[in-house]
């Protein structure tokens, strides 16, 4: 049997709930022995999802407030290299299982620690981490898109489970970067806090660039502005938001009465192939189409077909026509056209469609899994996985014999770890060089990412920019940090063999496309092995999974992930009202993350190899794990009736938004119920009442006291009444300016750098890189996204082109060193 990427590490799993679990799996999917360490009695949740989250994992069950119970897990640590952990703040020090004590025992050991808030955040630390209440304090119940923000609701629950998610990818890539790093570095104990990381993962939606310029906005963010300055309510209804959408950017109803979704704007060739796509030829000649980087001052029409949005005096029409023709055909039959032309769109899928559709299961997006408790399951696939795992879609079932069918023992018959005394603090990734070939959010968030940790990254775009600089500049400010920019033309004979060169000194190369665009690139797998046997390549696509499907091939975007897994529809409640999960980068920064835990893996291999691999990842997967706790059927499960739609304010009466007497407040008290309510005075009476009566009952208790009050009165229980905060106020609440210097990335649950020397000529500030806290591993903050090929000629020049040849290739059109005159175009 082939070895699996992973299979030599050996990983204590003593998460619960989900961040925890969630990084097990996805090792596990990936090799890792993964031990579950259950308390006595066993689990402590045995639902389908648990039973997911625990595939491909053994498990013993160990009763760690006793000393027997420490001590066989002391035992266990002196023969594992990583042991993860999701308890609050102080819990593992009560245990007497603080970090010291787990470094005495195995010096090489790498800890990560998941509480929902930092551990130095004295205001935050002590509370109860349910997801709720992570997204409550952090702005996701309150910044959920422009729509909701038109429409006057606020707040809007979600069930999505976006805290675990980011802050699982962040944990699953800490661990494997930091085991590549030990035998410099040691054992480190790693800090996660899943509020940091959604904040990350959300980070798009509280950017803010001084003098924004109005070009870059869409309709729907115009009109927000209008209505604030005249003093309007924000009071659209849903069906007032149809003039406000862009028509390259929205849902078509088609013959079958199914939504289609389409994200076509931004790029040189997509609306032109929708258009075409949609026998709308006529129409298309008709429209404008120029540079999309020229000021607005040397525009010869209010808008350009290459630049998103589409102009107000045409959007009508256009909207208009290709509504008529979605009309001629339904759904299915569209999808395949568009996929077929490369055209981005999906039509939208429920859930519990996603989790039976063809392409799910023969991409693998979608697994197989015969469970002792609930039979045949379909789960979610891998998140993130390698080309040469051939053991990539079999998976475990989760365990049900007590103590592993003797894995205890099998354990402890091994001699313990010798450490190996490192004792370094470097960065995990320095000496990795990152050729980056993406573009827009999700792509280029890899090497980002992969940065903040040492790495050091050329970043490659084309002479003549096929992208608008709303993509490749606003949403590069966030994406591109940390890079050098080099401009060629990979179209030509002369720019492939540049872009070689770079292979040929290259580690991780970073793309985001399609095999077929993959291919036609010249970096197919097999050619790049035989140039650099070392090398890994990062892909990430929209549809693509360990295997080949039906839309493999097909192009999309991160609302289009949305809409094929059934978060726009869960969003929005129906097929008549989709809407996208908050606005920007939900699923794409997710992604990008899930890459990054794909090239740990595949570095990790390339360490006992010495072979390079393919490190894959896509958004469809990242849609399945923002769904985690859903994302599974099979016969006899319950009906798919998780909180949908825009009145969605909880789920059940102990979790729930309430309106306290100074504002909105999250109340989570699913473990406890009534047993809390018997606690607090001014609720003790409710304790007895149904659920179906308990929700507006307390909805009178708690608007008579402050929030303060309330939270005051749960302390020191399980239980928490948190404000809803926007996104908005945690940005101004945790920013530093860049110029002053010595920006702390590790006290503080959150941090905004207010970036004030930027080269933009504009100041910009950006959510901090502070999900990852080494406690000896270097993080750093990476430097300013560069104006587009500001580094052309220097990297030309180390490539060892002369200053002759230089000149030569950026006469040719070759290579190039700008897109405009400006860094943003006005």
Not at 227 to 245: A, F
Not at 285 to 306: G, K, M, N, Q, V
Not at 525 to 545: K, T
Not at 659 to 664: E, N, S
Request: with cysteine.
């Amino acid at each position: 049997m082939s070895r699996r990427p992973l299979d030599d590490i050996r990983v204590l799993d003593l998460g619960h709930y989900l961040a925890g679990p969630l990084v097990g799996m996805m090792l596990a999917d990936m090799g890792t022995e993964v031990i579950r360490v259950d308390p006595p009695g066993g689990p402590v949740y045995g639902t389908p999802a648990a039973r997911m989250f625990a595939r491909g994992k053994s498990a013993v069950e160990l009763d760690l407030k006793s000393g027997h119970g420490r001590d066989v897990l002391l035992s266990l640590v002196r023969r594992s290299d990583v042991l993860v952990e999701n308890f609050r703040p102080g819990v593992m020090a009560r245990l007497g299982l603080d970090w010291e004590v787990l470094r005495q025992a195995n010096a090489d050991l790498i800890c990560l620690s998941l509480p929902g808030f930092a551990s130095g955040d004295a205001g935050r630390r002590h509370l109860p981490a349910w997801e709720a209440v992570i997204a409550a304090s952090t702005g996701q119940f309150t910044d959920m898109g422009l729509n909701r923000r038109l429409m006057g609701i606020s707040p809007s629950f979600t069930p999505l489970t976006l805290a675990s998610a980011y802050g699982a990818a962040f944990g699953a890539m800490s661990v494997l970067f930091a085991l590549g790093a030990r035998p410099h570095n040691g054992g480190d104990r790693i800090e996660v806090p899943l509020a940091s990381a959604l904040l990350e993962g959300l980070s798009y939606n509280c950017e803010r660039i001084e003098n924004y310029p109005d070009r870059y906005k869409s309709p729907r963010e115009l009109e927000i502005e209008r209505r604030g300055r005249e003093g309007l309510p924000m009071d659209l209804d849903y069906g007032d938001l149809t003039g406000l959408l862009d028509p390259f950017y929205r849902t078509y109803i088609c013959a079958d009465g199914r939504g289609f979704y389409v994200v076509a704007g931004s790029v040189v060739s997509h609306p032109r192939r929708v258009l075409e796509t949609l026998g709308l030829e006529g129409l298309l000649e008709e429209l404008p189409d120029f540079d999309a980087y020229l000021d607005t001052d040397r525009w010869p029409a209010p808008w350009s077909l290459r630049n998103y949005p589409v102009g107000p005096d045409d959007r009508e029409r256009i909207t208009a026509a290709m509504q008529r023709a979605f009309l001629r055909r339904p759904a299915h039959e569209w999808e395949a056209l568009f996929g077929a032309a490369k055209a981005p769109a999906t039509m939208q899928r429920w859930t519990s469609e996603w989790l039976a559709d063809p392409h799910s299961l023969a991409s693998g997006l979608i697994v197989k899994v015969e469970d002792a408790g609930f039979g045949p399951m379909r789960q979610m696939g891998n998140v993130a996985w390698l080309g040469s795992d051939a053991g990539v879609l079999q998976k475990s079932p989760a365990p049900d014999v007590r103590n592993g069918g003797g894995v205890l023992e099998r354990v402890l018959a091994e001699p313990p770890r010798e450490p190996g005394g490192a004792k370094g603090a470097t960065g995990w990734l320095e000496g990795i060089r990152v050729l980056d070939l993406t573009n827009v959010i999700a792509g280029p968030t890899i090497a980002s990412t992969l940065s903040r940790f040492g790495a050091e990254v050329i970043h490659v775009q084309p002479v003549h920019p096929s992208v608008d600089p709303w993509n490749t500049v606003v949403f590069g400010l966030q994406a591109n940090r940390g890079k050098e920019s080099i401009l060629l033309d990979l179209g030509t004979g002369r720019g492939r063999e540049v872009l070689d060169r770079l292979i040929r000194r290259t580690d991780v190369i970073t793309f985001n496309g399609t095999d077929e665009q993959r291919d036609r690139l010249g970096l197919n797998p097999g050619r790049l092995q035989g140039m650099n046997p070392a090398l890994i390549l990062a892909q990430l696509d929209a549809f693509g999974g360990p295997a080949r499907g039906p839309k493999s091939d097909h192009l999309g975007y991160d609302d289009l992930a949305q809409a094929a897994t059934g978060v726009m529809l869960r969003f929005g409640g129906s097929m008549e009202t989709p809407e996208e999960h908050a606005h920007f980068g939900t699923i794409d920064v997710l992604a990008g993350y899930c890459a990054c835990v794909a090239i740990g893996a595949a570095l990790h291999r390339r360490g006992r190899t010495g072979r390079g691999d393919l490190a894959r990842a896509s958004l469809a997967a990242a849609g399945n794990l923002i769904q985690a706790p859903f994302m599974f059927d099979f016969d006899g499960r319950g009906p798919f009736d998780e909180p949908a739609g825009r009145e969605a304010l909880g789920w059940g009466p102990y979790y729930h938004c309430y309106r306290a007497a100074d504002g909105w407040m999250f109340f989570a008290a699913p473990g406890e119920r009534e047993a809390v309510l018997s606690r607090v005075p001014e609720l003790a009476d409710l304790a007895a009442l149904p659920e179906d009566s308990l929700g507006e009952a307390l909805a009178s208790r708690f608007s008579r006291e402050p929030i303060a009050y309330w939270a005051e009165s749960l302390a020191g229980t399980s239980s928490a009444a948190v404000p809803l905060t926007t996104l908005m106020q945690i940005r101004d609440g945790a920013l530093e300016l860049e110029s002053d210097g010595g920006i702390d990335l590790e006290r503080d649950t959150f941090r905004v750098i207010r970036h004030d020397r930027h080269p933009m000529g504009r100041w910009v500030d950006l959510v901090a890189p502070n999900a990852v806290r080494p406690g000896k591993g270097r993080v750093t903050i990476p430097g300013p996204m560069p104006k587009y090929g500001a580094q052309t000629v220097r990297i030309l020049r180390d490539l060892g082109y002369d200053h002759a040849e230089v000149k030569e290739l950026l006469a040719e059109g070759v290579a190039g060193e700008r897109w405009s005159s400006r860094y943003l175009p006005e």
